[in-house]
């Protein structure tokens, strides 16, 4: 890797690290309102014939990657659209960088986050008291988190170059992603929902991601952990393979 | 080999404007280059092509030999740019967004700090190094992207519009800066509105109007070549001058405007066929200049 693209990588991480109060620690401190709110609290009404675990142990994978998807989103489409605003994009387009070097950092960046909040809420969940959460396969758990963060920070390029207001951003994050994360099985397991729920549950690929992270911490397996990691590699590759385009191709943010 | 070669370049927007109309442009090694013209005349759309900023309809166009679509990494890596709209990223020091500035075009770390820390000092920011651009002035956030523009030592200059809005004092510290810089061997292509500017840096020019070159060459000969000198004399009484049909004048309140390209090898005649018929009190002689040239040659 050249001096180039590293320093385009290094800012882009050094970026979200400087603002880690808005960052990283929002991430971690919602999480932690989740986990003390429903699994303290609705969790002792839950029969517990529905989970191989305790309900607060349950909620985690997916608590975590509910923060993995809108970190990894949020900073790669906003950190975009800030250089857009601010025009500073431009010094990172007249930079001997190629269309993919570009998309990568920026993918990367977003990536780095995803990783580093959901990680984070994994092992706050291991120390908290009165857990049993646990992970039991370290290396699928790191490589479902890098996967859907990388996944989710490549949409998140793709949406930055085409946005035209931060409001579209914010839309993708309030009316897609949130509703497919909490339909896709964050508080429940499928077999709590009826025949044809638990049919169209199976069309939402983060209901899948979430079940591959819960099989690699807790080995729940619901679904097939290995279709779930194919999923998020699949749409990983496509949504880099589109956002490494746009760059190349300067669209919407060249003339 | 020249240091910028543009030839045939065209851009049409997806607007429909034809901003550029397929011009040639050839920029000698080492010359302190003018692009002048008037608002949406094409100067910033022939940039923007050159650094990659604005995608070319078609022609071609060579950065020190490099073809800035195929070699388009090294064509990048021999200019520096100072685009016209200040876009300082906000998150980072100064001295922050100029090592990463080194760093996109590949100075290593040590080599950056030394380097960022010299021209800091030499653009007198170095006390405003931890500072973020939103705590600097206009005319630091200008000289920040000079700065910007020069980290990472490209042989090629292109400034945009490099003192838009700065005041007197600082434009003067910028041109001797520029000066010293060209002098030092690097080329430069410089757009600007102020033509007193042009006519002052730079060694050769082109005015580009409705995105065609209408006029290129040394900026004294155009000044020569397009605009007329005004010799001004005034006389005791105007009411009965008359001078030959060779010379175009106005006489207003005893004073006569006479425009001439060739001032030494006209003043005599001028002035004995005046003191035929009235006396001489004073004369005065306005040199043409660069801003004449561009008025006329755009037709403003």
Redesign the interface.
Known sequence: MNIEFLTFLRREVYRFMVLYKQTIVPALLSSLLYIIVFGETLGNKIPKEYFATSYMSFIVPGLAMMSVITQAYQNSASSIMQAKYLRFIEDILIAPLSGLQVSLGYIIGGSMRGLICGLSILIMCIIMPNTDFKVDNWLLTLLYLLTVSWTFSAFGVIIGVIAKSWDEIGSFSNFIFMPMTFLGGVFYSLEMLPGWAQKVSLFNPIYWMINGLRYATLSIEEISYITSLLICIGFSTIFTIIASYLFKKGYKIKS | MNAIEISSLKKT?ETGDEALKGINLNIKKGSFFGLLGPNGAGKT?TI?IL?????KSSGEAKILGHNIIED???A??S?G?S?Q????????SVRQILL??A??????QKKAEDRVDTILKKLDLYHKRNETSRHLSGGMKRRIQIA?ALVHDPPILILDEPTAGVDIELRHMLWDYLKELNEAGKTILLTTHYIEEAEKLCDEIAIINNGEIIKQGETKSIIKEVSLNTIEIEVEESDNLKLSDNFKYTTENKIIKIQTKEVNKEISTIIKEIEKTTTINNINIINSSLEDAFLKLTNK
């Open positions: 927007y759309t923007g650094t990659g900023l604005v995608n388009f990494k090294l990048r890596k200019i740019l685009p709209e200040i876009n300082l990223d906000v998150f980072f990463f500035q760093g996109y075009y590949g100075v290593p910007k």
